[in-house]
């Protein structure tokens, strides 16, 4: 049985009555409380994630020259832009590096300095047409002076992923960090009980439309994230075990933070991106709640082996969060050390920060336009040959 | 009174010496060990700050070079900018020492500079460049 909707719970926010707390603090209510009693209670539950998350970029809209350019090759700082698109769209994405400096600059860093309201050098290529003459441009941009720039980021908020360990003789640099030989240490990265969709692991209240916090701005949920899975196997509480949802989420760079925005390389992988992204969860019913008072020793995945180059990696064993937290984990009777790669102290921030923005009401609570897809079929690729 | 910080490599057959005791004992020399890795048969490997009077360091590291110890004087140290550091923990992943750890209450990164040996494994695996090495 429902308590109430999103439109009770919002106005209950403009008048300054809400009950909020965040994924964490809500354990200890409960525990407190009940969980009927909470439920009755409690009106939103705020959850929070500040990842490395490779599948991230942004849409830049340059404004029209005199005369003016339709650029077909764009570089932002040496680091080439999309630009198959129309003539002043370009899309610069995180990963992509700068061809004079490398692995140590990418579009990662093209989008921090934006954000941060440096200067970026555009130089743009033409053939030139008789609508757009121009052939070449050589300027500067920032975020003041560009026409559009927003985030869209193909698949962020993963829901639970893997932790990475290296059985192999040597170390191995990888998306996981650097990952040190004879399984020296093992890397994870989710916030774990604070992350937005372990929170909501049936996709309820998270859906396409939903208004999120994305870089320090509003943003919201444009749809599934790219490899969203989820069907992937899950415990009796319904988390996945392993990587499976997934979102694309849009927001206005202009008004984003480096506070909650900033660029990453791993060594010898490449760059990408921490995104601080937050989402509430508005607690309509005691099965929400119950979803979202997940605790860290209730939330599991496998340690995968990085070495083995394969696209099926072998898995050592199931750990839960709450090992992985503690610092070490037991490895065919090692203590092998562990390390997080997603900052908890900044989701700690987000989910207080977003707390505090929905309590002042700066942030109302949307309903999802559409459900997230709850069956979805991952294809491979398959290499198959081609007439040369 | 000064402080170093040496690293050293012994063979194997000097392994069995009591070679901190003298370093203590002969030179009055206080000898903070941070990481050792000895053991019968193999190469002894330590790293410990030596703090004392500043002759006395010297013909205590003369000893040790006698007895056919290979040592390193550290001169560097590693840098962290606190203030733009996100507190991700991928250098936790490679600090040997334990001298980068998260502080599991808020989950922020602390450095402990007396256990730092400088390896400078941090500095590469920091993701957003918030360690460097003095020079």
């Known amino acids: 049985m429902g308590y109430k909707s999103i439109d009770e719970i919002n106005e209950k926010i403009k008048s300054g009555k809400a009950c909020i707390f965040t994924a964490e603090e809500i354990i200890d209510l409960v525990e407190e409380k009940g969980l009927k009693q909470a439920a009755k209670e409690v009106d939103v539950v705020t959850t929070a994630t500040f990842g490395p998350m490779c599948s991230s970029g942004a849409f830049l809209n340059f404004g029209h020259s005199d005369p003016p350019i339709r650029m077909a090759k764009v570089w932002l700082n040496d680091v080439p832009a999309y630009a198959g698109i129309a003539a002043v769209d370009a899309y610069i994405g995180a990963t992509e590096l700068s061809e004079k400096r490398g692995m140590e600059y990418g579009g990662a860093h093209v989008i921090e300095d934006l954000i941060s309201g440096k200067d970026v050098r555009l130089y743009a290529e033409s053939y030139g047409t008789d609508c757009y003459p121009r052939k070449e441009i050589d300027t500067y941009i920032n975020k003041d002076n560009i026409n559009q720039a927003y985030l869209f980021n193909p698949r962020n908020v993963y829901q639970n992923y893997i932790a990475a360990t290296n059985s192999s003789e040597k170390t191995i640099y990888t998306y996981m960090g650097t990952l040190l030989p004879r399984c020296g240490n093992i890397t994870y990265t989710t916030s774990g009980q604070l992350s937005p969709l372990i929170n909501d692991p049936f996709y309820r209240t998270i859906g396409i439309g939903t208004k999120i916090f994305l870089g320090g701005t509003q943003g919201f949920v444009a749809w599934e994230g790219t490899q969203h899975n989820p069907q992937q196997d899950r415990g009796e509480n319904g988390v996945p075990i392993s990587s499976s949802g997934t979102l694309a989420v849009i927001g206005d760079l202009k008004k984003m933070s480096t506070r909650f925005i900033r660029a990453a390389v791993f060594p010898n992988y490449g760059a990408t991106m921490f995104v601080g992204i937050g989402i509430p969860i508005p607690i309509l019913d005691e099965d929400i709640l119950l979803k979202a008072v997940v605790k860290d020793s209730e939330i599991f995945t496998f340690i995968i082996d990085e070495s083995v180059p394969k696209r099926s990696k072998p898995s050592f064993k199931k750990v839960s969060y709450a090992e992985l937290k503690s610092g070490l984990v037991d490895l065919n009777g090692k203590k092998v050390p562990t390390a997080p790669l997603s900052s908890i102290k900044k989701a700690r921030e987000i989910a207080l920060l977003l707390k505090k923005q929905i309590v002042e009401g700066e942030f109302l609570l949307t309903e999802a336009v559409s459900k997230l897809p709850s069956t979805n079929k991952i294809n491979t690729l398959e290499i198959r040959g081609c007439e040369k | ?135």
Request: aromatic share 6%; proline share 2%.
């Open chain 2, 1 to 135: 009174m000064k402080t170093i910080k040496v690293s050293m490599r012994f063979g194997q057959e000097i392994v069995t010496k009591p070679l901190t005791y003298h370093l203590i004992k002969d030179y009055n020399l206080e000898v903070n060990i941070l990481n050792a890795n000895v053991g019968l048969n193999k190469i002894g490997q330590l790293i410990a700050d030596i703090s004392g009077e500043e002759d006395k360091i010297n013909i205590g590291l003369e000893f040790l070079k006698e007895q056919g110890v290979e040592f390193k004087i550290f001169n560097r140290s590693i840098i962290w900018q606190e203030e733009n550091c996100v507190h991700c923990g991928a250098c936790t992943a490679v600090c040997p020492t334990g001298a980068l750890k998260m502080d599991k209450s808020d989950w922020s990164l602390t450095f402990d500079r007396e256990k730092c040996v400088v390896c400078e494994l941090c500095v590469g695996a920091c993701p957003i460049k918030v360690m460097s090495v003095s020079i």
